[in-house]
């Protein structure tokens, strides 16, 4: 499984700020309302933005803390689309009103994405810090709406809101929203703090992954499984049982591409122009302010190492699946300061692994 040489982003994930109004007890970002030192000039960004198009047409997802305490975010969203880049903004929905809701319209983003991690707002506000944040999360969809901007909720699971996935997802198809994205919490940033009370068990793990499957099956809207590379084996494991094949026809682009896309499909740039693998993996493979992300993506040995899947080991190395799932670097890192190594919330035991015991 040696790597492509000839591979661009599908998906730059970019954070333009680490400000942010909310404490959110899982911030990748460790975000907060302060100033934090190295953050790009405006020029600085448009010149990314620049960089990014000249070799590459990525889904380019604005991102923070929270996008919106940058006053240029507009500028930089319009730079993009001026540049044939598709543009999207992730923030935490409390900031829009009517006003910002018509300036993400002209600007060109094309989707946004709120975060809900709650049901309700004792569920949302206990997660995201600020009481009040559920509702105005809410109001800002409805602005959203208004406008006819599209949106997406983004829902973090943990042990707190694990069995309230499915009224979740029902509050996103009253809303209106356009699809409901589930990410399995990574514990790095403030997640690393919550890992051991929040994160829920492999087990579990499975199990909602399961259940995600089949609910996406059954309902019209978008249905996304984030940070869950797992996902891509149980989805053929799934399928399996049922007589069918995987396909695109049936199955949407979960059929063309595989869990964990760090390096390979995906990138990250953070507010001083680090290049990382994703934003849940904290290894730089350059700065987009010292040299072009072109040659970041092409040569970074980091890349290349996480494009070869041979690379991988313990049990994701000799795993069947693991071209479709790849297990996630980043909780690799974080389980043992390895990002090669075996995905450590996976209970799937490989057929390899299994003869080479037999054998013993």
């Known amino acids: ?17 680490k400000r942010c109004n909310l404490k959110c007890a899982h911030c990748r970002a460790e975000a907060d309302d302060t100033l934090f030192s190295g953050e790009m000039s405006t020029d600085e960004a448009l010149r990314v933005v620049d960089d990014i198009a000249a070799f590459a047409k990525p889904i380019m997802v604005l991102t923070g803390g929270e996008p919106l305490f940058r006053d240029d975010v507009f500028d930089i969203a319009a730079a993009a689309k001026d540049k044939g880049l598709r543009t999207a903004l992730a923030t935490n929905g409390t900031l ?8 993400i319209k ?4 094309q989707r946004v994405s709120i975060s809900i991690d709650g049901h309700d707002a004792a569920s949302h506000d206990g997660f995201r810090g600020i009481a009040g944040s559920f509702e105005a999360a809410l109001r800002g969809a409805d602005y959203l709406k ?12 943990t042990r707190r809101n694990v069995d309230r996935i499915d ?9 209106g929203a356009k699809a409901l994205h589930i990410f399995m919490l990574v514990p790095v940033g403030c997640g690393v703090e919550i890992a051991e009370t929040d994160m829920i068990s492999k087990e ?9 499957y089949h609910t996406t099956r059954s309902i019209d809207m978008e249905f996304k499984a984030t940070c869950a590379p797992h996902y891509y084996r149980i989805m053929r494991q799934e399928a399996k049982l049922e007589g069918r094949k995987i396909s695109v026809e049936s199955d949407g682009m979960a059929a063309m591409t595989r869990g964990c896309l760090a390096g390979s499909g995906v990138c990250f740039i953070s507010h001083r ?27 970074s040995e980091l ?38 190594d075996e995905e450590p919330y996976c209970v799937y035991a490989p057929k390899r692994a299994a003869i080479g015991r037999e054998t013993q």
Not at 1 to 17: G, N, Q
Not at 312 to 340: N, Q
Request: some cysteine; aromatic content about 12%.
């Open 146 to 157: 208004g406008a006819g901007v599209e949106f997406q909720f983004n829902t973090t699971v």
């Open 273 to 299: 122009g680090d290049v990382q693998p994703c934003g849940y993996l904290p290894l730089v493979a350059g700065n987009v302010l010292q040299q072009p992300l072109r040659d970041i993506w092409a040569k």
């Open 96 to 103: 829009i009103d009517g006003a910002l809701a018509e300036r």
């Open 106 to 109: 002209l600007s060109g983003i």
């Open 303 to 340: 890349f290349i190492s996480l494009r070869n899947l041979d690379n991988l080991k313990g049990k994701c190395g000799l795993c069947e699946y693991k071209s479709v799932c790849a297990g996630c670097r980043a909780r690799a890192f974080y389980h043992s300061g390895g990002y090669l």
């Open 167 to 175: 009224d979740i997802l029902r509050m996103a198809e009253r809303f």
């Open 204 to 212: 579990k793990y499975e199990e909602v992954l399961r259940w995600f």
């Open 1 to 17: 499984m040696k790597p492509r040489s000839d591979t661009t982003p599908r998906l730059i994930f970019w954070e333009l700020t």
